[in-house]
């Protein structure tokens, strides 16, 4: 066995190797550490070399724990791989940099015992707070699993009125959207996208046909069921769920035997939107002059799609910068009254729905 060199020590370097190596006392050290502003710069910058030269590592949890803050933040979404939620995360990264907060990214994948665990504070991880997308989980079982951790919910799988939350409008931005397409001049107009009530990511489905609904009332334009198409299956090995661009090309391929005159189309999100384009142009469907489509989402790939897609895009850093002012809120008045609040978004014209009609 080979013996380590004379004055070598075996293990992690402690506190007090610093303060051996610097030539001060180890409670400097920790002056150092914990940033006192009463030390000399000759002082500090000797113990920063110490700590680089034998790498010591300080025991941030416990620094943390009698601060009662660990300056770490969850972010729990359900996939990280999913166009939307990659953007999310990076918005609540670069956000919370700007309150002096790292995050840590969790994946459900929809699963109901990883929702739980999330509901449930995580038990094992040192954060101040979860930013929290369900997908599963409904209310009542979330509020029976409720830890003590806090938590932020985003977007409207369901309200509590005792968790705050930030949501984008499901209802009006899906108005809008339809809006885009009559006033291009469309009447026979179908969504795709719809989910079969009870089952997962049936609330934001139900929100966003329901403001599709609302834009023909006001029009006096009905849509013809055969033309609101419902996303058939729920595949949670897929890195993006159902709303998937194969989901949406192979619905929209079955549409196209039935169109019987759809001339627009709404799409839940753009990934949906994605695939409707391909299997359009597969079968010879010119967009947006046969058939114009919109999406939900905003997704980088929507501006380089062909056509580049038209779409409802939330305001993600609003988001993200509401959730963590939520979050700083609930931290410092655990008792105050929990509120929603609601993130901007606008509609992006590109050419999957051409002009507006100028008649």
């Known amino acids: 066995m080979d013996e380590q060199p004379p004055g070598r020590r075996t293990g ?19 002056n150092v550490v914990n940033g006192h502003k009463y030390i000399s710069e000759a002082t500090r910058t000797k113990v920063e070399a110490a700590i680089a030269e034998i790498g010591y590592r300080p025991q941030l949890a416990a620094r943390q724990l009698r601060s009662g803050r660990s300056k770490l ?98 209802v009006r931005s899906s108005y809008d959207a339809t809006r885009c397409l009559i006033e291009s001049g469309r009447r026979t107009l179908g969504f795709l996208g719809d989910v079969k009530v009870g089952t997962i990511g049936a609330a934001p489905a139900d929100l966003r046909i329901r403001g599709f609904q609302n834009a023909l009332d006001e029009e006096g334009l009905t849509a013809d069921p055969a033309h609101i198409v419902t996303v058939s299956r729920w595949d949670q090995s897929s890195p993006d769920g159902d709303y998937s661009r194969e989901e949406g090309y192979e619905r929209t391929t079955e549409l196209i035997e039935r169109m019987d005159g759809l001339d627009g189309l709404v799409c839940a999100n753009d990934l949906l939107a994605i695939g409707a384009l391909r299997a359009f142009r ?44 939520a979050m700083l809120r609930r931290l410092d008045e655990p008792d105050a009254e929990p509120r929603t609040d609601h993130a901007p978004y606008s509609l992006v014209r590109r050419e999957s729905t051409g002009s507006p009609r100028t008649d």
């Open 12 to 30: 992690a370097p402690t506190i007090k190797d610093v303060a051996a190596l610097a030539g001060v006392s180890y409670r400097t050290v920790s």
């Open 282 to 325: 597969e079968a010879g469907i010119r967009v947006p002059d046969d058939v114009a489509v919109v999406g939900w989402d905003n997704t980088a790939e929507a501006a380089f799609s062909a056509p580049s897609l038209t779409t409802i895009s939330p305001d993600l850093h609003e988001i993200a910068r509401l959730a963590i002012v």
């Open 73 to 170: 933040l969850t972010l729990s979404v359900p996939f990280v791989s999913h166009p939307y939620f990659a953007q999310l995360a990076h918005a609540v990264v670069t956000e919370a940099e700007q309150f002096g907060y790292d995050v840590v990214i969790d994946e459900t994948r929809g699963l109901l015992e990883r929702e739980l665990r999330v509901a449930a504070g995580f038990r094992t991880i040192l954060t101040d707070g979860i930013l929290f997308s369900p997908l599963t989980i409904d209310l009542e079982r979330f509020e029976a699993e409720r830890g003590a951790t806090p938590l932020v919910l985003l977007g409207e799988r369901f309200r509590s009125t005792r968790i705050d939350s930030v949501v984008v409008d499901n």
